[in-house]
């Protein structure tokens, strides 16, 4: 099984300021935001992780560098862990998003909405390419790996709905709030979510069990009957 743990970007200036940021050079972690990240840090410290990878952008620069810090790893970037390319939509206040027609379309049928302009891109295309670099690196880092994937909102939120078999049309039901942890385990024939939107949780069960003999247990794509135990039984 390979383990990622989806990290949002802590909150930044445009966050605060109600803007959505996109692609736009320069944007970075406000006060409140270098806080989260140096919490998150700290907490996931005791996690071994195979590799730390992160979209381009400065604000995910900034949070997985917490990250690394103590760790004798480099930092990896992914554009395709960028964000979505909101086109036009760009620097523009939410507060004047949400009068725009295509706002009701990204927040009732996103599967369809395309940004406009010639930068836009669907989301659809946002969630293909998310999961496709995710699946690239759990094949490149191995069946006993776990890494950190540190990106953004919407992104998590589209890879987490492809995790749950949700069509995009739903994704809009899932919560990742800034420099939360979401956890997802991939197996051979499906994906596990283990956590979503996590500020807080103690992270023990994230930390894989010492291997005890060759002895073969339960396929690990299996699903426990009942639900189990718990990671800490």
Known sequence: MTTVLLLRHGRTT?????????????????????????????RLAPVPLAA?????????????????????????TDDRLGEARY???????????????LWKVVQQHPSAAVFPGPEGEGLAQTQARAV???????????PD????????????KAVLA???GLHLDQFQRIVVDP??????????????????????????????????????RRADSDAVVGGGAGATA
Not at 132 to 142: I, T
Not at 147 to 156: N, Q
Request: glycine residues 12%.
């Open 14 to 42: 445009a966050n605060a300021g109600g803007v959505l940021a996109g692609w736009t050079p320069g944007v970075q972690l406000d006060e409140t935001g270098t806080g989260q990240v140096r919490a998150v840090g700290e």
């Open 87 to 101: 086109g036009d939509w760009t620097g523009r206040p939410l507060k004047e998003l949400v009068k725009e027609p």
């Open 179 to 216: 420099a939360s942890v979401s956890v997802v385990t991939y197996t051979d024939t499906r994906p596990f979510v283990v956590r979503m939107n996590d500020t807080g949780g103690d992270v023990a069960a994230l930390v894989p069990p010492k291997k005890k003999g060759r002895r073969r």
């Open 132 to 142: 496709a670099a995710v699946r690239e690196w759990n094949a490149r880092l191995g």
């Open 52 to 76: 730390v990878v992160s979209s381009p952008l400065e604000r995910c620069r900034q949070t997985a560098a917490a990250v690394l810090t103590g760790r004798d790893l480099e930092l990896a």
């Open 145 to 156: 790996a776990v890494w950190l994937a540190c990106s953004h909102g919407d992104v998590i």
């Open 162 to 164: 492809d995790a749950l």
